[in-house]
């Protein structure tokens, strides 16, 4: 797929949305790519995310792993396009994420983290720690969207279908707000 029919597709869905919003990394943005938006439409959803397993190639993976919530359908859908299992991380805290509901990893598991949109990367790094911590190996990082402008680095190969660069503003250095808006926290 192009770059061009992969935003027709986000487009088409409604997902590119426009306003004020302050983004889980703390930052604010004039535009928020909804993911869930493109992702309710499960062809688009299967589409976009077997383009996104080929992007990966013969990394050869034995297990998908998401957090949770955002990254679960597209962790699915990778899996499925990979024919691997696809697990999920849920949150212990603001910063620790743990594996339940019976799923479990093995030493040297090769594991690859699937992701809607990153910006800073917070929850893809939290979630290749425990990949560690479980003694499996992080082989790789597949997302949808790419909102870091290429900053940033998990020390594994990253792979995403699009970069879309929306601009962001630090928290206390915000226009928006400067100019009397009020930041919405999307999907909430």
């Known amino acids: 797929m192009t770059e061009q029919e992969i935003l027709t597709r986000f487009s088409e869905a409604g997902a ?4 004020h919003f302050l983004l889980r990394s703390g930052m604010h943005s004039d535009r928020f790519f909804q993911a869930a938006l493109v992702l309710q439409y499960t062809a688009v959803a299967s589409e976009l995310c077997t383009e996104l397993a080929r992007r990966v190639g013969d990394l050869k993976v034995d297990t998908v792993m998401s957090p949770a919530i955002g990254g679960i359908v597209v962790g699915q859908e ?6 691997v299992r696809a697990i999920f991380a849920e949150k212990a805290s603001d910063t620790e994420l743990v ?3 019976g799923f479990s990893v093995k030493p040297g598991e090769r594991v690859l ?5 990153v910006t800073k990367g917070g929850r893809v790094q939290q979630t290749i720690d425990l990949v560690r ?5 992080a082989v790789g990082v597949a997302v949808l969207v790419d909102r870091s402008r290429g900053a940033v680095s998990f020390g594994v190969p990253f792979f995403s279908l699009l970069p879309l660069e929306l601009n962001t ?3 206390d250095d915000c226009p928006l707000c400067v100019g009397g808006s009020k930041a919405e ?3 909430s």
């Not at 590119?16 to 306003?19: H, T, V």
């Not at 983290?113 to 949109?117: G, H, K, L, S, T």
């Not at 911590?133 to 190996?137: K, Q």
């Open 113 to 117: 983290i699937a992701e809607d949109v």
């Open 169 to 171: 503003y630090p928290a």
């Open 16 to 19: 590119l949305l426009e306003g």
């Open 185 to 187: 926290k999307p999907g």
């Open 78 to 83: 990778v899996g499925r396009a990979l024919g």
């Open 99 to 101: 594996l339940r509901r």
């Open 133 to 137: 911590e479980l003694g499996a190996e």
